[in-house]
Each structure stands twice: as structure tokens, then as C-alpha cells.
């Protein structure tokens, strides 16, 4: 409204100075019936303004008395009301759509409108979503009970600096005992376990990421590999022998289970027991509790004696089976055995092609020393 009062003024001004300048000031000539009135340009531009300064006034008076009385304010009251639910529910169907942004500033037009508490939590929630976590924790000031979204506003102060969580790692522990089925709260702390390292707590832990799935089954299961795997790394720097009884002293379950196994057989690869890691594939492959296909996967065969006498019987049920015949070659490969190495991974390349059965054929034919296989197998590993 200063801007409009600004430009009627220079307009009032031009009007007044250029004529004058000019040495014409111009007349206007109103006839109404047998009456006539003559005045000069500037004068009626004047008044005229005068007329709509007048008529505002006025009007803001009137609209001041209106909405004094009892009906007034219930009429003007509604018409708020009506336009803040009108624009909140635009931000809630803003918000399901995914466009926070839009939301954001569809809640704040309800909050100038009517301070609403519920408003206040879903404009909190959108400015969370726009990484706006300043704004968010601002909002949860303005809700009914504030003092019980103290988990929001630490989740929130989490987010904005995530650099600061460790030096907050108690507040956090205390907010998880006191929340133990909130799983933002329990995604936050895997995170935080993980980065600090403090695998037992981690492990402590899985049960419940698993419960409140938190995580995908594949992020679970990496997670959970990892997790034990340092476990067992831990265990197995202090004394070779404990690691063997601590896998032991594991509940079957567990033992059984493929992530842990695959962790364990990691730890006594990376400690060259060879012979226990041996055992404990061929075992895990007999009871299904881990597949061929995930030791493949992360690496974790060995050139053992039970291992290769169990890949050999089944290879004699299921001679083209283009896994079984991989990990032959990989085995293989372990040994040194170059020409079995070759027959079984020349084989498996036909019948389950793939990047690392390439590689590992072009790194048999390297070793054999012949330079023109190893270069093919190589460019179509890299295809």
C-alpha cells in the first residue's frame, strides 16, 4: 500500500508541476443537468485524490465498527477460519504429494490466518523435509504441548548437525531406552554405532532393526555381516583360539545364520585358518545354511579338502551347473592348479557368463602366459 500511495503522489506531482511548466494548466468542464463546474486539470486531479483518501478513511472506520459488533466479528471470523482450512488442507495434500515446499508455505498462510497447534506440528514436519531444521524446531514452539516433542526436536537437532551426535552419544542412548519403538530413532543409532565402530552395541541392536524394519532385508544383511565380522576380528586379534570358542559358545541359531556365518568364515580367512574356514563352508553348504552362490559372492571359498570333495559329488549329479563349475575354478585358482582352473572356469563362462568369471579366466590364462586369451577375457569382462 506504500508503493500505491508513493506513485499517486508523483503522478499528482506531475500533473501539477508539467502544466505549469508548460504554461497551460488545462481546465476540466463537469455538466450535470442545468449545472456546470469548471476547474483547472491540476486542481481536479487534486481532488480526486482528496475524494479517495476521504472515502478510505471512511470505509476503515465503518469496517472498524462492523467488526466490532457480535456479528461482525462472527462473520470475519469464519472467513478466516474457512480460508485457513482452506490452506492447510492444501499444504496436507501438498504434503502427500511429495511437494514439502509447496506445503510449507501453504501451512505458514494457515498459521498468519489462525494459530492453530496442529498447524504449527504438520509446517514442522514440512520444514523437516526441506532440510529446513532450524524452521522445524522453531515450529514445535508454537504446539500445544511442546514439552512433549522433546524426541522431535533432538531428532531434528541431529539432522542439522550430524557432526554433533557424537558428543551427544549418551543423550541419544538415554532416548532410545526411553523410545525403544520409535525406528527414526533406531535408524539414527545404527548409524551412529556404525561410525563410531561400537559393533556389540550394533549387534545389541539388530534384533530390533529387524522388528521395526528400519532396513531393507538386503541392508540388514550387510549390515549385519559387517557388524560381526569386526565382531569376530576383535575377538580373533586378541587370541587366535578364542575366536573358535566364541563361535562355538554362539547360539545355533545364529550359527545358521548366513550373514553371521559368512562374517565368521571373513575372520578366519583374514587370520589364514584356512582348515576351520574349510569345515565351516562345506558344513554350511550341507545344511543350507548358506548358499554357493554367497560364497561366490564375497569371496569366502578356500581350497579345502571337504569343501572341494563336497563341490566334486555335487558336480557328478549336476555336471552343468555353471556355479558349482565356477567355484571349482576358483578353488582351483587358490591351489595353483591352473589347467583344472581353466577347464572349469572356460565352462562356466559359457554357461553363466558374468564379470568376475571373465576376470578370474583372464587371471588363469595370465598365469598359464598366455597374454592373447588373458587380453580377450579381460575385454569381455569388460563389456
Known sequence: MRYAWIIILLLVAGLFIGPLWDGNTGYVLIAVGNYTIQTSLVAAVILLTLTLIVLRVLWRFIMRLIQGTAWGMKWFGQRRTSKAQ??????????????????????????????DGTVALFAGYAAAQNQDYAQARDWLTHTPNPEQLQLAEVLFSF?????????????????????????????????????????????????????LEVLTATELEQ??????????????????????????????????????RAAYLSALKTFQ?????????????????ITLAQLLDQQLLVPGVELREYLQTQLKKHP?????????????MQ?????????????????????????????????????????????????
Open 159 to 211: 539432522q542439522q548437525n550430524p557432526e554433533h551426535t557424537a558428543q551427544r552419544f549418551a543423550e541419544l542412548k538415554q532416548l532410545r531406552q526411553a523410545y525403544p519403538q520409535h525406528p527414526q530413532l533406531l535408524r539414527l543409532t545404527l548409524a551412529v554405532y556404525e561410525q563410531q565402530h561400537r559393533w556389540d552395541d550394533l549387534i545389541a541392536s539388530l534384533e530390533d532393526a529387524k522388528r
Open 86 to 115: 482452506a490452506a492447510f488442507a492444501e499444504g496436507a495434500t501438498a504434503l502427500v504429494n511429495g511437494d514439502a515446499v509447496h506445503a510449507s508455505r501453504a501451512f505458514n498462510r494457515s498459521w498468519q490466518l489462525r494459530h
Open 320 to 332: 552343468e551347473d555353471g556355479l558349482l563349475l565356477q567355484a571349482m575354478g576358483q578353488m582351483a
Open 223 to 260: 549390515l549385519t555381516t559387517r557388524a560381526y565380522r569386526e565382531h569376530f576380528l576383535n575377538i580373533g586379534r586378541s587370541n587366535a583360539s578364542a575366536l573358535e570358542e566364541h563361535w562355538r559358545s554362539l547360539a545355533r541359531e545364529k550359527r545358521r545364520h548366513a550373514p553371521i
Open 273 to 289: 585358518q584356512l582348515d576351520a574356514a574349510d569345515k565351516v563352508a562345506a558344513r554350511g553348504l550341507k545344511r543350507g545354511d
Open 335 to 383: 591351489a595353483k592348479e591352473w589347467a583344472l582352473a581353466e577347464r572349469a572356469l572356460r565352462r562356466a563362462s559359457e554357461l553363466v557368463p558374468s564379470q568376475r568369471v571373465w576376470l578370474d579366466l583372464a587371471h588363469v590364462y595370465a598365469a598359464e602366459g598366455n597374454s592373447q586369451a588373458a587380453l580377450n577375457a579381460y575385454e569381455k569382462a569388460m563389456r
